[in-house]
């Protein structure tokens, strides 16, 4: 790992990477983990939280080994699973004993598979927002028979503003204000069979927006601005809403924030936990914050297959889009060799990509090209295995193990 003097940003040596992979045999489509990265940003992501805990959110890396290896280090604790079954299986697999879902689940199944494991009942907590989501539960297995159900509120972090008619942040729960709030916790703890244990709130506008975007000045003073003020409200809002739930259970966490927030939401007294995930492998989507840079920790590469043209190359495969509003932001960023750009009419295709640019002439048959997805833990749904590159004492880096993705040990979740 090397750092850039001006900035303090690690940067991945690709060339060193490319060999690495390589040495090791390893066929293309590969994923890449730099481990001097990771470990680089896990330690960053604890700087930023100030003392606050950080709960590993899943979704952002789906390789159970690091999260395994994120939860062993200082100012880590607990996971935010995205599917009910994905925290079944992080609590009896890995031993996780605080695994908050964060999202309501009504796959029956799998509920019923969590309600027959009373150890995974313990450590698992689902995310309510509406009591229907309770009555489901309940039409599963009955609570005469299953253990009781450790729940948490889902609070909307969202802005809103001239009455309500503007609404800035993501569509999440519909429980915004105290008196939605307080509702819902009197309906669960006046239920059979349910523990009011924490509740959840996301603040999307401020974590998941970039306010550093290159070349967009006014848009960046904009949305620092609304993120203060966005800030600002739902720190007073979530603190009234966290006394008046407390006073109708015994919570024991209040989760809040993500990658993009940490520092702001480290400042909200009511907070206990802190979700971050994507900016432990760090995809090409962070990139765009002026308060922070992850380190591009996580890369996939592609062979080259054929030369098109002097100035073009086609890779194998390379259409891994991620999900979101479509646009360029979306797709694959080409970083090594420097120099090489989509095609316009092509763009990343579903089995070829080709490029064009200067490097494309340096490039042969065989060669292969690194890419940075857009966001940190989606690639792992394309492949089995990722190679973990590490440097030694005398900085040369080589892939010390390989080791599954969720996809990789069989599991697929969403």
């Known amino acids: 790992m ?10 991945p040596d690709w060339a060193a990477i490319d060999d690495a992979v390589r040495r090791a045999g ?10 001097d990265l990771l470990d680089h940003n896990i330690a960053d992501l604890h700087r930023r939280a100030a003392g606050v805990p950080i709960r590993v959110a899943s979704k952002s890396l789906r390789v159970r080994s690091m999260i395994e290896r994120v939860l062993d280090r200082p100012g880590y604790a607990g996971v935010l699973a995205f599917d009910v079954a994905e925290a079944h299986w992080l609590a ?15 796959k029956r199944e799998a509920l019923a598979a969590l309600f027959a494991d009373e150890l995974a009942c313990r450590r698992v ?4 927002d509406d009591p229907d989501q309770l009555d489901l539960v309940d039409a599963v297995v009955p609570p005469a028979r299953r253990p009781s159900v450790r729940v948490a509120i889902d609070l909307d972090a969202s802005l809103r503003a001239v009455g309500g008619r503007v609404h800035l942040g993501v569509r999440r729960s519909p429980v915004h204000s105290l008196q939605q709030a307080t ?62 739930v407390r006073q109708i259970a015994d919570l024991e966490f209040v989760n809040a ?23 432990l492998f760090g995809g090409h989507l962070f990139d765009n914050y002026r308060h922070f840079k992850p380190a591009p920790a996580m890369a996939f590469g592609l062979d080259v297959l054929r030369h098109p043209d002097d100035d073009i190359v086609t890779c194998a495969g390379g259409g891994w889009i991620a999900s979101g509003p479509p646009g360029e932001d979306r797709l694959p960023k080409p970083v090594w060799p420097e120099g090489l750009e989509y095609i316009g009419t092509e763009s990343a295709g579903e089995v070829q990509t080709p ?35 590490q440097r030694d004492a005398h900085g040369c880096a080589d892939v010390v193990d390989v080791v599954p993705t969720y996809r990789g040990e069989g599991r697929c979740f969403v």
């Open 355 to 389: 490029l064009v640019g200067p490097a494309a002439r340096t490039l042969r048959v065989g060669d292969r090209v690194w890419f940075r997805h857009t966001k940190s833990g989606e690639v792992a749904e394309r492949a089995d295995r990722v190679a973990l590159i």
């Open 92 to 106: 009896t697999e890995s031993g996780v004993s605080d695994v908050l879902l964060g999202y309501p689940t009504v």
């Open 2 to 11: 090397t750092d850039t003097p001006a900035s303090g940003i690690a940067t």
């Open 183 to 244: 509702a819902l916790a009197r309906t669960i703890v006046g239920r059979d069979g349910f523990d009011l244990v924490g509740v959840m709130s996301y603040e999307a506008q401020v974590a998941g927006l970039g306010n550093g975007v290159a070349g967009k000045f006014a848009m960046n003073t904009a949305v620092s601005a609304v993120q203060a003020v966005s800030m600002t409200e739902i720190r007073h809002r979530r603190g009234k809403v966290i006394a008046a």
């Open 26 to 35: 390893l066929d293309a489509p590969v994923l890449a983990l730099d481990l």
């Open 125 to 128: 907590t689902l995310l309510v």
């Open 257 to 279: 924030g993500g990658t993009g927030s940490l520092e702001e939401t480290a400042k909200d007294a009511s907070v206990t936990d802190i979700a971050a995930g994507s900016g």
